[in-house]
């Protein structure tokens, strides 16, 4: 009889991916940790951010998004960018869910 086994029991040599995994963790932890830190998440720091950006540079199709979601929430994107950059980056520096994601 025959076992299949899923994706994340196969044993793989793949050193190579493994530094980009924690090079990228890093980068992103200490980008996340940086935006905390630096007053990414102040009230209106944001939105000082993608005002300009909305009304001038942005593609037509992404302004109303901007003006209507993005900038009147400009503080829950904030929080979350913030802690989505801290958190990706821990869970690649330390390689959670890795097998499930390949």
């Known amino acids: 009889m025959t076992v299949l086994r899923g994706n994340w029991q196969e044993e793989t040599k793949l050193w190579q991916v ?3 995994r924690i ?10 940790l940086g ?24 593609f037509q ?3 109303p998004f901007l003006k209507s979601v993005a900038i009147p929430h400009h503080q829950l994107f904030a929080q979350l960018v913030t802690w989505g950059m801290i ?8 390689g959670f869910f890795t097998r499930p994601a390949a």
């Open 18 to 20: 493994a530094l980009l």
């Open 23 to 32: 090079f990228f963790g890093y980068y992103f932890l200490l980008d996340g």
């Open 35 to 58: 935006k905390l830190t630096s007053g990414f998440t102040r009230a209106g720091y944001l939105e000082k951010l993608l005002l300009p950006w909305a009304n001038d540079r942005a």
């Open 61 to 63: 199709w992404y302004k």
């Open 87 to 94: 958190l990706a980056g821990l869970a690649l520096l330390f």
